[in-house]
């Protein structure tokens, strides 16, 4: 089944201890990105991939890192959580190519809670 | 800056009714539209999308139009049904903006049986 994985679905942590949240697709797609998903504030993109080594920066990147190790994965690493960091996170894939295939698939989310 | 409209923020109707959700954005030049559908707590599930150069598209019940001129698209929704109660969201990216997905804030659709 073609779909986008997130992992761990529910995480609760403290403040300052480092985790990251794994994202993996299994469309073969070049595109990945994160977003948060905040009330009142709706989804807004931290961090994006167009390819293998090629990451940049969405509209909130701080406090945030990536890689892009492999074309199925990229990883959102939060190195020193904060409590503003509290949020749904969902990682979302699809290909570059112009036409329907450049339809973008989201993973099921990741509920953060920092203490 | 891309801004993306959704109006009503929620809606209610009886069971079998045909609805219409609206979407606006404010910059035309974008290179596609897509509409999603997240259930509380869930993820989004990707409905229709419609390039820049399309007017509309279908899929079963569901059929989403653009309007690029106007900056408008709509979702309509034929028979509805209460498995069809969801917050649906609308979706732009620019031209030129990597891929970016600007959302709207969404409409929480309720269908009461």
């Known amino acids: 089944e073609a779909q986008v994985t997130q992992n761990p679905r529910y995480l609760i942590t403290v403040t300052g201890k480092k985790l990251t949240v794994t994202c993996s697709q299994n469309?073969?797609?070049?595109?990945m990105s994160w977003y948060r998903q905040d009330p009142g504030l709706g989804l807004r993109q931290i961090y994006y991939?167009?390819?293998?080594?090629?990451?940049d920066k969405g509209d909130v990147p701080e406090g945030y890192k990536v890689s892009r190790k492999e074309k199925r994965n990229f990883p959102l690493i939060l190195e020193s959580p904060s409590p503003n960091q509290t949020s749904l996170y969902f990682c979302?894939?699809?290909?570059?190519?112009?036409?329907?295939?450049?339809?973008?698939?989201f993973g099921p989310g990741t509920r953060l809670t920092v203490l | 800056k891309q801004e993306v409209t959704q109006i009503p923020a929620a809606l209610s109707v009886p069971e079998g009714e045909n609805l219409v959700l609206n979407c606006s954005f404010t910059?035309?030049?974008?290179?596609?539209l897509q509409w999603f559908r997240q259930d509380p707590g869930k993820g989004l599930t990707s409905l229709l999308l419609?390039?820049?150069?399309?007017r509309e598209q279908t899929s079963g019940r569901l059929n989403a139009s653009l309007d690029k001129s106007s900056g408008r698209s709509t979702l309509y929704i034929a028979a509805s049904q209460p498995g069809d109660s969801a917050t649906y969201l609308c979706?732009?990216?620019?031209?030129?903006?990597?891929?970016?997905?600007?959302f709207g804030s969404g409409t929480q659709l309720t269908v009461l049986p």
């Open positions: 979302a894939s699809s290909f570059l190519t112009s036409g329907r295939d450049n339809e973008q698939f």
């Open positions: 469309m073969n797609h070049e595109y």
């Open positions: 991939s167009m390819n293998v080594e090629v990451t």
């Open positions: 910059d035309s030049a974008i290179y596609n």
């Open positions: 419609i390039q820049s150069s399309q």
């Open positions: 979706a732009v990216i620019a031209s030129g903006s990597a891929r970016q997905l600007t």
